[in-house]
Each structure stands twice: as C-alpha cells, then as structure tokens.
C-alpha cells in the first residue's frame, strides 16, 4: 500500500488544527495515521511524523511557530507584515498598493489573519485600501478587525464597517476605561476611545493593552507602513513577515519609517530565514529569538 503523502492542503488543515494546541499527536486529514507531533512545554516545536512534500514542510515550518499557545498571564504574541516592491515601496506616492504582492503572497498574508485573534490596520490604509480583512481566500475563521483610526477618517461606508463579516473595533481617540467594550462580539462595529487627542504617534503598547483587556492575544499588525514601523520601534514585534514581489516601483511610501542610525551595528538584525512563496519572497523574521553569538 503505498503511504499517504502530506500535501499543502492537508498540512494547511494540521495547522488550524494546532492552533493553541501543545503535547498533542494530530492525525493525518482523512486518516488515523498520526501526522503531527507538537511539543508539551509550550514551544512551537514539533516533529513530522509523515512522508510530506517540500511545500508541505515549508508551510509547517512558517506557520507552526504561530500557533503555539499562549499561558495564562503571559506576554501576548505581536506579528507584523508588510508587502514591499524590490526597490522597498509599499504604495505609490497617492496610497495605493493593491496589489504589489501576487497570489501566493495575499494567500500567505490571509494565512496569517486566520491564525490571529486580532488583524490591525492604520486608518490611512484602511482609508485608500478599503481591505475586508477576512479569511476569503484560505479556510479559517475572520479574526477581530482593528481600525486605528483617531480622527475618524475611515469613511463609513467602507468594508469594515458595512459588510458584517467580522467584528469591528475602530480605535479613535479618548479617554479609555477598562470593560467600556466588553461586549464588542455582539456588534458589527465598536468604537473604542482610548488614542491620544493630538498629533503624537501611536501608543502601541497601550493599544496592545486595550486588545488585551478584550480577551485579544495573538495580534496581527498588518500595515500600512507607519503602523508597522511604531510597534517595531518600541521592540513590540515577535515576529515579521517582509513579503518582497518582483516589482520596481521606482518611487512611492517606503516600507519603514524608523529614526536614523549613523552606523551599521546599530542596525536591526533579527533571526531571519527566506521561504519562495512562489510570486513573493518571503522574509521571515524573528525579534524574538536570541541572536547567535558572533
């Protein structure tokens, strides 16, 4: 009899299936053969326990270390994302980026929401962009959508707030009182005072907070470029995804907005490993790992 083989599909399912999963043996989709082995001490360490494709593999590898529980009382788990050109654009001078990625890069970036309890955008995105933020093009569930939109710029009648397929949290400013929201889940769209009232940049860690008081742990802060370059800022990121298409776009937003540095040593170099998504590049990038000594 010849053994099954794990395929991308069958490895994507292992993965929804992990998700805050430790000290368990999956099965392979369709079988009782076990698949999947996942570390008891609450790691993101597994073991294969199948014949798998090369895609397979590589798709457990990106995605795994997503899905490791988080304990009761512990830091919560911040990804980031942004989509970039070869030349490190993320949008043209005018805002608009749909799409620099391909196919394979928007179904990565979809992957990632399914695994995330929250999906955070700024509202200069949210406003050119009008992104549903759901799951449509992978299996698993929309995660909570989060409009960091202070000033109220996101024009209503936008997705987020008109297509019910998720809840919705807009961010605006005010003062923010812990349980204002509690029952977010019961309304298509809630709206938050808690940004500060002038032109100072974002607070992440203070978003970070108000998400965590409302039962929110695994956030995913997608873009745009500003919003990303904040939580990296303040070392707020876990994790980030750089997906680079092969695309010249000559001139436009760059990816990062971080503070100069006048030299290289002070440059950010995470633990990094590259994955060929197919139409993208991707740059997996991990701020949490110690670095290697040199």
Known sequence: MTPQVLNTEAAWELILRADNLSGVTLALPGSGEPALELNSNG????????LATEEARSLLSVFLPLCRPLAEGS??????????????RIATVTGRSRFINGEDGITHLHR????????????????V????????CTSGTNPVRVVLDRNRRVPESHHLF???AAPTLRLVAGDYKPGMAENYRQHAVTEIPCLSRGPELLE???????????????IF???GGMTVSAFLQAGLLDRLHVMV??????????????????????ALRPVSRFVNLGTDMLFDLDFSAPLPAN
């Open 43 to 50: 790691t993101s360490e597994w073991r294969l326990l199948t």
């Open 75 to 88: 830091p919560l788990h911040v990804i980031g994302q942004l989509g970039q050109s070869l030349d490190g």
């Open 112 to 127: 990632i929401r399914a695994l995330s309890d929250a999906v955070v955008v700024g509202a200069g995105t949210a406003a």
């Open 129 to 136: 962009d009008n992104p549903q933020l759901t799951v449509r």
């Open 162 to 164: 008109t297509d019910g």
């Open 204 to 218: 992440p860690q203070f978003i970070l907070e108000v998400l965590a008081d409302l039962g929110l742990r695994k």
């Open 221 to 223: 802060v997608e873009g």
């Open 245 to 266: 298409a092969p695309m010249i776009i000559g001139s436009g937003r760059p990816a990062f907005s971080l503070p100069e540095i006048d030299f290289l040593d002070d």
